[in-house]
């Protein structure tokens, strides 16, 4: 079958492609003989043909490619069959057309300017009108031609093929689709841990425990979560983040719904439940930053760290603002069990869409994979950890301890603002409950804004190192001045808002020492956050019990001098020796 041309006065044609084209001699010189503009389309390897046609059979898509020169721009078909063999086997049911002004490619040499109307009905066409699919959006390329016999003139060429439309959730960038995946993670991870701190109250009612007793139980959490957070990151270095990640939340999950069966069993049962659940939740935060740092450029680093820690903040503001609605209605049990049956939900979603890195995901598109592994470092997967020259690096030294300033002030004040409040502001219990919210919805603002910050003052030039210097310094020295604050103020209000900027403020070392660890080995992240946070956990531990001690010899001024000397030493520490350069390959 050979395809149709017409030539019209006012130099426009079209021609539906349908089975054998016309070879470009033949078609110049009848071109030549009406003494008009020509386009042609050659087969086999023409000087005028430079891109490729590719038609994918039963799935009504085309895709074309072009490429212009300086001169001319110029298509080219390169096929290893003929293009009358290829459309004959591959065209049917692709509508596709092309329009080239001065003429048009058809089944015969006609005299004519028309073409049959019944060859046309074939092909969509009805009275001339070409009818538009319902089922495809359509996809217009211009280029321009110029024929070898008409230097100078140029031809539109206007392509029309079939492409499917993409459903925005398709299009979202895969790596902001694993920092989302993270972020649930630690708003449940926050959700399950806060949740024992407002049911511990009907609890210790039921089972009669005592205040010490209620104290052993809130911290044997600690005990499981000291355990993992170094076997966490060795753990997520070998073998992937997503697998750690994901065990973590499972194990913590099913921990948060024993709780109630433990309690009601004995108190050493409740104990070991407890830890079990540490351990699991010791986990998440080494493989989360073993995750990111194969996912995320540097250049977007500090956002998403920001992003997902925000996601502890606000986990914390939800377990407090519902466990209260779930046990007056329906007991303390089912503030566990709904917590903890969350996480089936975001397990599901993790093991469908997650990858440890982009070199894992098989539809991660090239564009995206190719920003990420600009931007990042490609790591092979750790087979052992060099302990000895970690160890051996002053930044690495600088990370530890300025995590352990950081934490004690941090702990210190989550821990025993309520008290703060009863004791000194004269709160009642429901005012200290509700106000204890307000200091993590300022981090989980405040954190964000650092991370935008840190990524913008990067992305204009300034170095890592000063970038990570600049805000770790406002998260030491912001939270030290409004501390220091709290002795002189006289109303409430004032108290409230201290602590308020200093937990705002606090938040900004998530772009400063929370961020290093990718810095300066991503291959060994979560080994590095381990270990830090190790330092950072036995500091809240520490930190707890001395204030307590601090309190029945002195008084809320002692317990605030002893965090804001302990940021001063974290600053100059931090200025000292830190580092946003890579130190450990």
């Known amino acids: 079958?050979?395809?149709?041309?017409?030539?019209?006065?006012?130099?426009?044609?079209?021609?539906?492609?349908?089975?054998?084209?016309?070879?470009?001699?033949?078609?110049?010189?009848?071109?030549?003989?009406?003494?008009?503009?020509?386009?042609?389309?050659?087969?086999?390897?023409?000087?005028?043909?430079?891109?490729?046609?590719?038609?994918h059979h039963g799935r009504h898509q085309s895709k074309r490619e072009f490429h212009q020169s300086d001169s001319a721009s110029r298509v080219k078909v390169d096929p290893p069959l003929s293009i009358s063999h290829r459309l004959s086997k591959k065209f049917k049911g692709i509508n596709t057309r092309r329009i080239i002004r001065g003429c048009c490619l058809s089944s015969a040499y006609s005299e004519g300017n028309w073409v049959q109307p019944g060859k046309l009905d074939n092909y969509g066409f009805i009275d001339g009108q070409k009818l538009a699919s319902k089922h495809s959006t359509v996809m217009r390329t211009r280029a321009d031609f110029k024929s070898q016999e008409n230097e100078g003139t140029g031809e539109d060429v206007l392509l029309e093929g079939v492409e499917p439309t993409k459903p925005w959730w398709q299009k979202f960038p895969k790596r902001w689709l694993m920092v989302l995946l993270c972020f649930a993670a630690f708003l449940l991870c926050n959700m399950d841990r806060v949740n024992m701190s407002i049911a511990i109250l009907p609890m210790s009612k039921e089972f009669n425990w005592d205040s010490a007793t209620v104290g052993l139980i809130q911290s044997s959490f600690f005990w499981g979560y000291l355990l993992t957070q170094i076997v966490g990151g060795i753990w997520a270095d070998k073998v992937g983040g997503k697998l750690v990640l994901g065990f973590g939340v499972v194990w913590w999950s099913i921990a948060t719904i024993l709780t109630p069966i433990a309690a009601k069993l004995g108190l050493p049962f409740l104990l070991v439940m407890r830890a079990f659940m540490g351990i699991g939740e010791g986990v998440a935060m080494p493989a989360m930053n073993n995750l990111l740092s194969k996912w995320i450029p540097v250049s977007e680093?500090?956002?998403?760290?920001?992003?997902?820690?925000?996601?502890?903040?606000?986990?914390?503001?939800?377990?407090?603002?519902?466990?209260?609605?779930?046990?007056?209605?329906?007991?303390?049990?089912?503030?566990?069990?709904?917590?903890?049956?969350?996480?089936?939900?975001?397990?599901?979603?993790?093991?469908?869409?997650?990858?440890?890195?982009?070199?894992?995901?098989?539809?991660?598109?090239?564009?995206?994979?190719?920003?990420?592994?600009?931007?990042?470092?490609?790591?092979?997967?750790?087979?052992?950890?060099?302990?000895?020259?970690?160890?051996?690096?002053?930044?690495?030294?600088?990370?530890?301890?300025?995590?352990?300033?950081?934490?004690?002030?941090?702990?210190?004040?989550?821990?025993w603002m309520p008290t703060y409040y009863n004791q000194v502001l004269k709160f009642n219990l429901t005012e200290s409950g509700l106000l204890c919210v307000l200091p993590w919805l300022t981090m989980a603002v405040f954190a964000n804004i650092g991370g935008w910050i840190a990524d913008t003052l990067i992305s204009k030039g300034l170095s890592i190192t000063t970038v990570r210097k600049i805000m770790q310094s406002i998260g030491f020295l912001g939270p030290a001045f409004f501390l220091s604050q709290l002795s002189k103020v006289k109303t409430p209000a004032l108290a409230v808002l201290c602590m308020s900027c200093s937990q705002g403020l606090d938040a900004f070392s998530q772009s400063g020492l929370y961020s290093n660890h990718q810095d300066i080995g991503p291959r060994y992240a979560g080994v590095l956050l381990g270990l830090s946070n190790t330092a950072g956990v036995l500091a809240g531990v520490f930190g707890t019990a001395a204030t307590g001690y601090i309190l029945q010899k002195g008084s809320w001024d002692d317990v605030f001098k002893v965090a804001v000397v302990l940021y001063i030493i974290g600053t100059l520490v931090w200025n000292l020796f830190a580092t946003g350069e890579k130190i450990l390959d």
């Open 301 to 415: 680093r500090s956002r998403s760290l920001a992003l997902v820690y925000s996601g502890m903040y606000l986990g914390s503001v939800t377990g407090l603002a519902f466990s209260p609605i779930l046990i007056h209605k329906f007991g303390w049990p089912s503030v566990f069990y709904s917590f903890g049956s969350l996480g089936s939900i975001w397990f599901a979603i993790w093991l469908s869409k997650a990858h440890s890195s982009p070199k894992d995901d098989p539809n991660l598109n090239l564009a995206e994979k190719e920003l990420i592994l600009g931007g990042s470092v490609s790591k092979e997967p750790v087979t052992e950890i060099p302990w000895k020259k970690i160890l051996s690096k002053a930044p690495v030294w600088a990370l530890i301890i300025s995590h352990f300033c950081h934490n004690w002030g941090t702990f210190i004040l989550l821990t």
């Open 1 to 55: 079958m050979a395809i149709g041309a017409v030539l019209s006065h006012r130099n426009f044609g079209s021609f539906v492609g349908c089975g054998r084209l016309c070879h470009g001699e033949a078609a110049r010189a009848r071109l030549r003989s009406e003494h008009s503009s020509v386009a042609a389309v050659q087969c086999a390897y023409e000087k005028t043909i430079d891109s490729k046609l590719y038609l």
